[in-house]
């Protein structure tokens, strides 16, 4: 399958980068954008803290090290073993009250900000929405250098989830990032500019990259998504000094007929059936990859199916290797070692992506070296990480796919019931998931491991009559499922957010805080008794780790969805986040704060008595009433059927906006008056809003736009409108 639209070339975008390189870099070091908390320009570049070492100075000894550093967040979950646990404890549960905005930096967008920023020696690296990376002062939020690898905004319309990025990877003096289009770019550490850029993806198919690189023996590892649309999904390993790739594993089979990059895919084709590559396949590896430098293996988890309905993807049936998996392949040349896959014959969007875990736990009178994993399938895993061994699986959400994974087989037990077909069935966790990338966290010091978690019901049924549109989403959905079969079920209308603390040794929730609803970010535990979580209704909180005590809250003025993390600079502790509402949740209509207006992406740092803060939020201008309805009903439940297909995934479900994509019952009169223009003449591709004239009549856009005069009339709240004629 390949795109419309043509290819952009790599050699394009280098020059481009190169000369926007040369732009920021002109512009680095000006005075800081109004609002900001006052830092002097210092002459000559770098301040007083960030000056002295060479930047970026990581190599494989220091990470390995890493839990020792304890200043320092080296790597994307701290250290390789990712449990997001920091040995600071200068900020603790008898003064965290103290805690005060000490900078903050405003990012400039209002797409979702994912991303967990590193800290090398006083300075923070970290990204934004669209792949731009930034250098900052850790200790005064000054911007060192920005890089813009200016990503083609019509890429926008491939990001499932919005245009997000996790995060960078340091290593040897440089920050390397995936960029949103499927570039893996190698940027100075001292300057911000381009050292080396290879092409990770063929972009004549629609791939994405919104996860952090990691390095791991010198090698920078990426991953990449896109199942939706259409991909095969593979990791890949680059030579961090030269750019120069090492290994690919590809974590599908491709066309037997091209015969089979490794022996591996082989045994993993014949759990395929029918044509699946002409669709991809999917599993792509977009976010979670953990490394044990003891045994030396790499540990990647797989994403969903594409599409989603099995019967579609392989008809025939088969587990479709190694989709919803953990892969375990050697560091240095990515040849396999073990898998398990968690989800055989995925079908409902259960990725395995979620962030791995790595700890030693006492199990059964026994040190075990394991792997904690919550996917988004609901079932909570441990793991040996030598072998593969399953050791526990427990549902931490409710879950109705699956009655309990079978120990001895490693297998899940489907219930008959909750399997969809060209019937449609309410399915627990739906597509968000029991848990998403949003990053947990493992206290030692507790024993808990904490989960951002959520549950609600999808109502899923295979499409009888499946078309597949080339770079658009392929779910093999039918929108018009008809009415669900277990509807009645009362399970099926649980509606669950909450914080989840579990304990991995006895397989076991210990306590939760409930959320009203989906959409709070990651967690950070701390040596303090600390844990630290961003919410979905604005609110920047600090538990206490042993109970879940409330002992501290600010205001982020948006929602935060990314992982915190914590660091000390001139020996001082700081609490640090990327706050910005977006991601999926925000694509599908979730509002944070009750629907107040959002600030824009920040990341805050606090301290003990920072006395920083916040300017007020801008108000919205005041809204245009929406125009009369012109069109029948009939023409109304079209547009409706349209919108579902096509507009949705970006727009909201029944158009209402999660904020950061416009909320279309709120055009304006000149955007009312545009609207053909921008729907099928393509005239915003430049700002993520391409043209749907390939897939949209002139009739269906009617039929769209009437549909959303409805939608704003219904829901407008200004001075009474003018009848409808
Ligand atoms: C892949 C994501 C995506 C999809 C799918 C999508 N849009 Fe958009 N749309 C956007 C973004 C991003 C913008 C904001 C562009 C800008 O900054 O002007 C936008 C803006 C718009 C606007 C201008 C709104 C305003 O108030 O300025 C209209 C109208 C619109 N979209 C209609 C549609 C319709 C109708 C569909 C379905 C046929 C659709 N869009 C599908 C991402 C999307």
């Not at 966790?429 to 206290?443: F, I, K, T």
Request: hydrophobic letters at 40%; aromatic letters at 10%; a negative charge.
């Amino acid at each position: 399958m390949v795109l419309r639209s043509g290819p952009v070339t790599s050699t394009g975008f280098v020059a481009g980068c190169a000369l926007a390189g040369a732009l920021i870099l002109a512009g680095c070091g000006s005075s800081p954008e109004p609002g900001k908390p006052a830092a002097a320009p210092a002459a000559g570049g770098a301040p007083a803290s960030a000056a002295a070492a060479p930047r970026a100075n990581v190599d494989g000894a220091r990470l390995a090290a890493a839990d020792t550093d304890t200043q320092n967040w080296l790597t994307h979950g701290r250290t390789y073993a990712e449990q997001r646990f920091s040995p600071l404890k200068s900020i603790d549960e008898s003064n965290v009250a103290q805690l005060g905005l000490a900078w903050y930096y405003d990012l400039g967008t209002t797409r979702g900000v994912e991303a967990t920023p590193l800290v090398v020696d006083g300075v923070m690296y970290t990204t934004s929405a669209w792949s731009v990376v930034y250098a900052l002062d850790a200790k005064t939020g000054r911007e060192l250098w920005v890089y813009d690898p200016q990503v083609p905004k019509r890429w926008g319309q491939y990001a499932c989830c919005d245009v997000v990025n996790r995060g960078v990877a340091v290593w040897g003096g440089k920050v390397f990032v995936g960029t949103l289009d499927g570039r893996l770019d190698a940027i100075d550490a001292a300057t911000g500019k381009l050292v080396w850029e290879k092409l990770t993806v063929d972009q004549s198919f629609p791939y994405t990259i919104t996860g952090a690189p990691r390095v791991v023996n010198g090698k920078v590892v990426i991953g990449n998504g896109g199942a939706e649309y259409g991909v095969r999904g593979y990791a890949t390993a680059y030579d961090a000094a030269t750019g120069e790739q090492i290994w690919r594993f590809y974590m599908v089979p491709g066309d037997p007929a091209k015969g089979f990059e490794t022996k591996e895919l082989e045994m993993a084709a014949k759990t395929w059936h029918g044509e699946w590559w002409k669709g991809g396949g999917g599993g792509t590896p977009w976010d979670t990859f953990v490394y044990d430098p003891e045994l030396n293996l790499l540990y990647i988890g797989t994403g969903n199916g594409a599409p989603w309905a099995r019967e579609i993807r392989s008809p025939g049936g088969g587990d479709n290797l190694f989709l919803s998996s953990i892969v375990a392949v050697n560091a240095d040349t990515g040849a396999y070692v073990w898998h398990y896959q968690e989800t055989p014959a995925e079908g409902w969007d259960y990725t395995a992506t979620q962030p791995l875990m790595l700890a030693t736990l006492e199990l059964g009178g026994r040190e075990r070296r394991v792997i904690m994993h919550a996917p988004k399938n609901g079932f909570f895993y441990v793991l040996d990480r030598a072998t593969g061994e399953l050791l526990s699986a427990e549902k931490f959400v409710p879950v109705n796919w699956a009655s309990h994974v079978d120990l001895k087989t490693g297998r899940p037990v489907e219930i008959p019931s909750s399997m969809y077909h060209d019937k449609s069935v309410i399915v627990l966790p739906g597509p968000l998931g029991g848990h998403s990338w949003n990053p947990m966290a493992y206290s030692p010091l507790t024993g808990l491991v904490y989960i951002p978690a959520h549950s609600s019901g999808y109502p899923y049924s295979t499409t009888p009559q499946f078309q597949r549109f080339e770079g658009r989403p392929n779910l093999g959905m039918n929108p018009s499922g008809g009415p669900a079969l277990n509807a009645s079920d009362p399970l099926t209308k649980t509606n669950m957010a909450a914080l989840i603390a579990w304990d991995p040794r006895a397989a076991k929730e210990a306590w939760r805080i409930t959320y009203p609803s989906a959409g709070s970010g990651g967690v950070l535990a701390t040596a303090g008794n600390l844990l630290v979580e961003g919410l979905i209704d604005g609110r920047f909180v600090v538990y206490r780790a042993t109970d879940g005590k409330l002992l501290w809250e600010t205001q982020a003025q948006t929602g935060v969805v990314a992982g915190p993390i914590t660091y000390s600079v001139g020996g001082e502790q700081y609490i640090a986040v990327s706050a910005g509402w977006g991601g999926i949740n925000s694509l599908v209509g979730i509002r944070p704060q009750g629907g107040a207006p959002l600030a824009q992406g920040r990341v805050l740092a606090f301290k003990l008595g920072g006395t920083a803060t916040l300017p007020p939020v801008p108000q919205p201008p005041p809204l245009d009433p929406p125009p009369p309805l012109t069109a029948s009903a009939q023409t109304v439940a079209r547009g409706a059927f349209v919108f579902g297909q096509h507009c949705q995934i970006c727009h909201g479900v029944g158009a209402i906006s999660g904020g950061s994509t416009p909320d279309l019952r709120q055009m304006s009169s000149a955007t009312h008056a545009d609207f053909d223009s921008i729907l099928l003449g393509g005239s915003r591709a430049d700002r993520g809003m391409v043209s749907f004239s390939d897939v949209v009549t002139p009739e269906d856009a009617a039929a769209v736009h009437a549909y959303l005069i409805k939608r704003a009339r219904d829901d407008w709240k200004g001075p009474e409108l003018a009848p409808s004629p």
